[in-house]
Each structure stands twice: as C-alpha cells, then as structure tokens.
C-alpha cells in the first residue's frame, strides 16, 4: 500500500515537473517566437507594401490602357470613312465632328492632308474638339502658318513610323488649347500613297484622377513622366509640364541610386528601389512602366509610413504572449482530448464532403453542360443552368436531337439532398431510355410514371415537363406532369396553358394527356423550376412570376436571358440561402428557310463592343460570297446607327442590351436594329446641309445621313416599348 501511494506521488511530481518545464519552454519558445515574429513581421509588412504598390501601378496601367484601347479603336473604326472622304474633302470636318461627338473621351480629331497631296489645297486640315467649358462641338483649321501642322510631332512621327504613335505631352497652342496626348495614324488612300495624318487628342486630365492618392500610405506620393523625363502627374502642381524628373530631384539625396532609378523608368523598366532622402529615412520608389506611349509610373513611400507602427504591434504581441502564458496552463488540461475529439470529427466530415462532391461531379455529369450544344445548326439557340441549394440536389434537365425533332424535359423532384438526387438521375436516365424510341410526349411521360410508381417505395414524385419540337415546322408536342407552365415568347411573353396532370411516380394507372402548339420563325420557350419563382430573399419575401416576367426580354438571345435572369435572382435574394434548387432551359427556334441565311447578335451598350460588328457582317459576307467593298459600305453603315443607339438608347449608367438580327437572301440584306431604350426615331431628323460649313451646321444627322447613303431603304418602328430600325440593302 505504502509503495503504492509512493509509486502515485512520484507520477504526481514528474507530472508537475513536466508541465513547470512545458511552461519554461512555452515562455523560452514564446520569447523566440517574438523575436522571429518582430523578423518576419517587418518582412511581410514591406512584401505587403510592395504588393500594394505593384497592384496599385498595375491596375492604373490596365486604366490607362484601356482609355488608349478605345481610342486607337475609335481611330481604326474611322480609317475607311477617312480613305472615302478623300474624294469628298469637304466632307473630312463631318468625320471628325462624328469621332468627336461619339466618343466622350476623344477631346478633339483632325483628318491632316500630307502637303501637296492635293494640288488645290497643298495644306488641308480640318479639326474639330469639345469645347472644355460647354461641351459643345467645335471646329477650326490647323492648317495656319501659326500653327504648321507638317512639324509636328504628331504628324511627323506616325508618318515616319509609317504605324500608329502617341505624341509626347504637350499644351496644344493653336488647336484644343489644352495640355494632351495624341494619337496619330497615317491613311493610304486606293493607290496606296500616305494622303493624311487622321488623330485623335485626349485630354490628360483624366490621367490624374486615374493616378491619384493612396489612402494607405497617405504620405506617398504618384508620379508619371513621359518618355523624354517629363513630369505628367505629380502631387507639386508646378513641376508639372515645366520640369523634367532629373531637374526635379537634384536636390534629393542618395544621387546615385536616384538616377539608377530614372535611367530604369526612361528606359521602360520596372521593380523597386530603396533611396536614402535627405533625413536619412529610407523611401522605397515603385516603378513600371506604360509600353506604348513610353510613359513611367511611380510611388514614392517613406520608411516611416511602412514600418510607423510595427514597434507598437511589437509591444501589443508581448502583452498577448504574457496573457497567453498564462491561458496555456489551462488549456493544457484540455488539449488532449479536444485534439482527439477533433480529429475524429474531422475525419468523418472530411469524407462525408468527399463523397458529397463525387456525388456532385457524378449528377452533374448527366445532363448536358456544353453550349451551343449543336454548334452544326442554325436553327436552335439553346442554354441551361442547374443550381443546386446544396451539395447534390433534385433539378434536371435534359435534351437530344432524333430525326429531326427535338426531344427536350425539365423536372423537380420532391425534397432535397441525396434522396432526391438519386431519384433525379432515375428520372433522367428513364427519359433518355424511353425517349429513344417512343414518338410523343404522351407515350414518354406515362411509360416513366409507370416505372417510376412501380419503385416509389419513398413516397417521392416529380414534377416534370416534356416536350418535342419539329425542327422543320414548329410543331411542339408537349406534356405536363404536375410543372410550373412554360413561358412562350412570341412578340410578347404569355404562359402556356397546361392540363392539370399530376407528378410522376404519384399513381401508376394514371393517364397523362399531351398538348399541342406551334412555335413560329424566332419564338422562345423559356422553362424553369419553382427555385426561381420561390426564391426568398431575408424579408422572405418570394422573387415570384411577375419579376420574372418582367426580367424576360422579347429578344431571343438564350445565354443573355439565363444570365440576366440568374444576376436578377441572386441581387433579390441577397444574402439569404438558397432554400430550394434552381434549374433553367431556353430554347430559342429558329425556322430555316431554303437560301435563306439569318444572323443574330447582341451586345451591351457599351462603345468597345462596336468592334464585333466587322466579324459578324465578314461572317454574313463570307457566307453569302458578298462583294468586300459592298460588305465595307454595309459595316460602315451599321456601325453608325449602332453607335447611336449605345450613346443615345439608355440613360447614362443604365445598362442596356441592343439586338442585330440579319436575314440575307438572294436579293437583300435586312438589318433589325432593336433597343429597349428611349423612343427615338432618328428617320425624322432633316438630312444635313453638308455643303454648310462646319461652324453654320448644326450638331447631329450626319450618322443617319451616311446610314441612308449607303443603305437603299431606312425604316423605324416603335413596337412593345421597343425601337426598331430596319435598313435593307438590295443584291440585285
């Protein structure tokens, strides 16, 4: 007994032992973790401000590039209206009045003639811009002893590089009368031969504001210098434009490593520097450069602003450590079996989720995900999405192509979970089984009821919809089991009329009964579960039919309805979760017609995405083996009444979506313009009086001017809150 309490007290005191040493080297480890922690805290803080730093030039370098990628993309979009103008001079003032009045960030244009190019006139070059106070669009000539065009370095340079150029900076006396950069390209006319110098200035205003401050080290300041050393943007408004960046720093201490640091950013470099300053505190100068226009960019923090408060977060760590130390002795008690408790824990859930996400990847794998699904055919737009409100979910979808019908379901099983995703791959699979080889809607649906009433040992059913459309006449043969209707858009939206049958897999001897529609030239099926139209948001309030209604669009674009309808969802919904699944399906059914060829495309109103109407009219033009110069009028054209329904459809800020719709037979091509911006019907404008001279004419008519010129018919109307403008184009 004896040897035993003694055998008890010396487990006891080695086990004091143990944990007074475990709190020694807790302390001793705690301490060394101070120091290293001190180390690489001050490391991470300066890698941290180096990121700051680098993401920061970065992403006003993407800023300004994306302002110089729309203006050399305005300037190319305008060289065959400039090469047309050349036979049409007095028409040169209208081009550059349309770049100008097109384009918010274009300050001012000139189309400048080469000297002696035309005999009657050896020096040429209108120039329009936007007055800084007014905004109105106004017009001069350059081509004044005064000012001499031929010299400058815009004009000189892009003929020199035979390529697009940037000018240096500099205060345009005698043209906008502002400090700008220009952009300038040389225009060949049919010969080949350089004829003119067409531009475009922009402002350098905006570089300011686009550089800007730092609101994380408010003593650092931004610096940009052009290629030749001169100060664009600085925090000392009077070094700008009036000294160079090595006149600026000679006063800086540390000379050597300064002009290191200069010589890298004229010469395109970028990375990081530390200089000494005339304190003795170090400042640490960021650099990159802008590749195009030869321009550098740079931050300058001091030491001070990086490091200011690591010795308090210093003193703050060894408070916690102490308060540490002594929560350790505590939590030692516990620790074991907490970690024991936890890793088991950890186990089971780590698997349960592994074998959620396989069961995921194994239901996602049923149903088509590839869109276009029939890339080969022209007479289907189709898009589908499927959210499940958890890992695996009770939504599907399905659809195939079979002697020229298609064959097409949408279903919501009953509950959620494993369960209903077990019970939406039998569904999907039986459908695609029967559909192989029975002929309607009605036979397909009863078959599945049958098998699947048969194994419904659960009590589970599905709500489903099944259709088939005959690619050749539209006829859709359809039946309903149990599903939320259909949305039929036809010029408007309505939904379908359905017989009430029941779910699947509800009553075995239950008869379903089909439907039949027809779906004409460029109608829309739009079919979804209740996860749409019962999406909660945190007032529980339920997205419901009349937003989704109202969300669908008249136009036919699949994937565009998909998105703006999910977007739509997720802003109403907000942060509340998701309590049921979320599937969509929209067919869009084109009916073709023999040597008739049709093209759609929509974009956003957004002026850079002009640009994909050259590939979509080269496309039509390949097609149809349309003549290049007739397909270059044709561009010209749709490309003026598209930038008016961007600049002028929507209200400033308001997203917006523009529909081009083309049918090309063998003796026209019609164009369908649509927006659902404001009423506006730009064939009522009075044609333009280009003889007039720029200062007497008035501002606008002159797109819709160049759009009937070139088109042989011009029509507008106003339909269901939609603008509409037809242009057709004879063939023949």
């Keep these: ?41 001050e490391k991470g803080i300066k890698e941290e401000a180096s990121r700051r730093a680098e993401s920061q030039l970065e992403n006003t370098r993407l800023k300004i590039e994306g302002v110089l990628d729309q203006v050399e993309a305005v300037i190319r979009s305008n060289i ?44 040429f070059a209108p120039y329009s811009f936007r007055d800084p106070g007014t905004g109105e669009i106004l017009s001069r000539s350059l081509a004044t002893e005064e000012y001499d065009y031929p010299s400058k370095e815009w004009f000189t340079k892009a003929i020199e590089t035979d390529a697009g150029y940037w000018s240096e900076p500099y205060i345009d006396v005698g043209g906008g009368e502002i400090m700008m950069t220009t952009y300038s390209i040389p225009v060949r006319d049919g010969k080949g031969q350089v004829a003119a110098v067409l ?20 003593e650092a300041f931004n610096m940009v210098i052009s290629r030749k050393g001169e100060i664009i943007v600085c925090p000392v408004e009077t070094l700008v434009m009036n000294k160079t960046v090595q006149e600026a720093s000679k006063d800086f201490g540390d000379q ?15 990375g990081v520097m530390e200089i000494r300053g005339k304190s003795s505190s170090n400042n640490h100068v960021y650099f990159a450069p802008v590749e195009r226009t030869g321009w550098s960019m740079s931050i300058v923090i001091p030491d001070s602003e990086i490091f200011g408060e690591i010795k308090k977060t210093r003193r703050l760590v060894e408070l916690l450590q102490i308060f540490g130390l002594l929560m350790l002795v505590t939590i030692l008690g516990f620790a074991a079996k907490s970690q024991n408790e936890y890793k088991n824990l950890s186990e089971k859930k780590e698997k349960m989720e592994n074998e ?17 699904p029939f890339p080969e055919r022209d007479d289907l ?13 009770g939504d599907l979808y399905d659809y195939f192509i079979r002697d020229g019908k298609l064959y ?4 919501d099983v009953s509950g959620k979970g494993v369960p209903a995703a077990l019970v939406m791959a039998v569904t999907r699979s039986l459908f695609h089984s029967v559909a192989t080889h029975e002929h309607t809607s009605a036979h397909i649906v009863n078959t599945m009821n049958k098998s699947m009433a048969e194994m419904n040992d659960s009590n589970m059913f599905v709500t489903f919809f099944c259709g088939i459309l005959n690619l050749e006449d539209g006829l859709l043969d359809f039946c309903n089991a149990g599903h939320n209707a259909p949305v039929i858009i036809s010029g408007a939206k309505k939904e379908l009329e359905l017989i009430p049958n029941l779910p699947l897999g509800i009553m075995e001897d239950f008869v379903f009964k089909s439907q039949k529609a027809v779906l004409k030239d460029d109608d829309a099926l739009f079919l979804y579960t209740d996860g749409l139209t019962e999406a909660e948001n945190i007032h529980q309030e339920l997205f419901g039919e009349g937003r989704m209604m109202d969300v669908l669009s008249t136009r036919r674009d699949s994937v565009g309805h ?27 059914y084109i009916k073709s017609e023999p040597g008739v060829l049709k093209r759609h495309l929509v974009i956003k109103n957004d002026i850079g995405q002009i640009s994909r109407l050259e590939k979509f009219i080269s496309g039509i033009a390949a097609s149809k083996n349309l003549d290049e110069a007739l397909a270059t009028n044709i561009n010209l054209a749709l490309e003026e009444a598209v930038t008016n329904s961007v600049m002028y459809a929507y209200p400033e800020g308001t997203e917006g979506e523009i529909e081009i719709k083309a049918r090309v037979d063998d003796n026209e091509i019609e164009f369908i313009l649509s927006d659902n911006g404001i009423e506006f019907d730009p064939t009522a404008r009075p044609e333009p009086d280009i003889t007039a001279s720029a200062e007497l004419r008035p501002i606008g008519g002159l797109g819709i001017f160049l759009v009937k010129n070139i088109m042989d018919s011009v029509t507008y109307r106003r339909e269901d809150g939609t603008n509409n403008l037809i242009m057709i184009k004879k063939l023949k």
């Design 1 to 41: 007994m004896r040897t035993k309490l003694k055998l008890e007290e010396r487990i006891k005191r080695n086990s004091a032992l143990t944990a007074l040493l475990l709190v020694v080297v807790a302390a001793l480890t705690l301490e060394a973790t101070s120091l290293i922690q001190y180390y690489y805290s």
């Design 80 to 123: 065959r209206l400039t090469q047309w103008g050349f036979d049409h001079l007095d028409s040169l003032d209208m081009i550059t009045s349309i770049i100008v009045r097109d384009n918010p960030v274009v300050s001012g244009s000139t189309v400048a003639l080469v000297p002696g190019y035309n005999r009657k006139r050896p020096k």
């Design 199 to 218: 531009t475009a200035d922009i402002s350098l205003d905006w570089l300011t504001s686009y550089v800007g401050g730092n609101k994380v080290y408010p």
């Design 256 to 270: 050597e490593r300064v002009g290191t640091v200069i010589r890298s950013m004229m010469s395109g470099e970028s």
């Design 356 to 372: 959620l996400n396989i069961a995921r990847s194994i239901q996602m794998s049923m149903i088509p995900k590839t869109f276009p």
């Design 381 to 393: 737009d189709i898009s589908a999405v499927i959210v499940p409100a958890k890992e695996v979910g």
């Design 408 to 411: 097409f379901c949408i279903g």
């Design 562 to 588: 998909l998105k703006a309808m999910a977007k739509a969802v997720t802003r109403f919904v907000g942060d509340a979760p998701r309590s049921d699944d979320l599937t969509m399906l929209f067919i869009h």
